[in-house]
């Protein structure tokens, strides 16, 4: 509720949520048929009797508890954040209006059609394609630079994009799959794929809430590969080291930080990483 309030991205974290409920209702609903036949089974009776018994009254409460805790509450919350402007006084701030607001907001997104230069489709983003430049300081003496723009750490997003990938693969392929490894790619999912149906003009920040779980995926297949290795620990710190260097290398043209301008050229390792001059 708090975070559709702020930005309606938070609603595709609903949608991930979702998923990974109906996908453990679904795995109870296995045991549930695995367990009406014990003994072909091998569950023992009483824990078979005790999932029986239990199964359907517990998934009556349990989804009657989500739409209290996932749609009524989040929509009451939403609706609160309203409260300074339905205090207004005069015509046109009533929850009429909030209901409208909300439909002239779809209406604006789902029907705007503008060119921006550093406007960026869905599948540039993973490979950091063209970041957004917002600001250059024009005030500094010859040969510095300042600016900021936004990005990602290549050293997270370009292995996250594999990562990612592999980790997708495996958690289709499984019938099980492990949680982390479903977390991961659920979250990723209903982050990432909304941004492909969405036809206005999109920039590289609308990714950023992807991020997170490509990193989910780094890690998993850093603990998968590594950890427990004689020489994985070292690994392991050589690419965090990396990582950390790539961020404070970058630091500047995320900050505005004043530079050299030798230094900045430096930084252009695409010819569509404009943040440089």
Known sequence: GLG????????????????????SLWMRWQEYRVAADAGKAGIEEAEALRIRRHFPRNVIVTLLWCVLFFIV???GIYIASYIPYLNVTGAGHDLRDVWQNQINMFNYHSRLVDDHFFQSPWYQWPIIWKPMWFYQNTYLAPGWM??????GNPAVWWPGLIAIAALLLRAARRRAAEPLCLFAAIGF??????????????????YFASVPF????????????Y??????KKRVLIYLGVVLFLFLWFYPIMSGLPIPSWMGRTMRWMPTWYFTY
């Open 227 to 232: 950890i427990g290795r004689p020489d994985g």
């Open 146 to 151: 300042g600016s900021i723009a936004t990005m």
């Open 73 to 75: 509450i989040p929509a």
């Open 214 to 225: 490509i990193i989910f995926a780094v890690v998993y297949y850093i603990k998968k590969r």
């Open 189 to 206: 999912l209903a982050q990432y794929l909304p941004w492909v149906l969405v036809p206005r003009s999109m920039f590289i920040y609308h």
């Open 4 to 23: 559709a309030a702020s930005k309606w991205i938070s609603l595709y974290a609903g949608a991930g949520l979702a998923a990974l409920f109906f996908y």
